[in-house]
């Protein structure tokens, strides 16, 4: 009979990386959601003491015809501030 051999790996035939698709658009989500919290920061702390541009928008269209509008926001940190708002 002979000696048995042992198979030998060839080079090439390493495991091949296979990216997860699920997790590219996961990161795609957090990164949007991570771009528009600090969007509306920057906005928030550039805006300090000034109108607020979300109100002046509810204020320009709650005179027109068919629309209704019903606005509640809280803010919390170093002044703690409550908006609420209806009209039509």
């Known amino acids: ?14 495991r091949e990386y296979k990216p997860d698709g699920a997790w590219d658009k996961l990161l795609l ?9 600090a969007l509306l920061v920057v906005l928030g702390i550039l805006n300090r003491g000034r109108e607020n541009p979300v109100a002046a928008a509810a204020e320009a269209t709650s005179d027109a015809a068919g629309v209704w509008i019903s606005l509640t926001g809280h803010s919390q940190g170093p002044v703690q501030m409550s908006l609420s708002g209806k009209g039509c």
């Open 1 to 14: 009979m002979g000696t048995p051999t042992v198979p030998v790996a060839e080079p090439g035939g390493e």
């Open 29 to 37: 989500v957090v990164g949007a959601v991570v771009v528009t919290v």
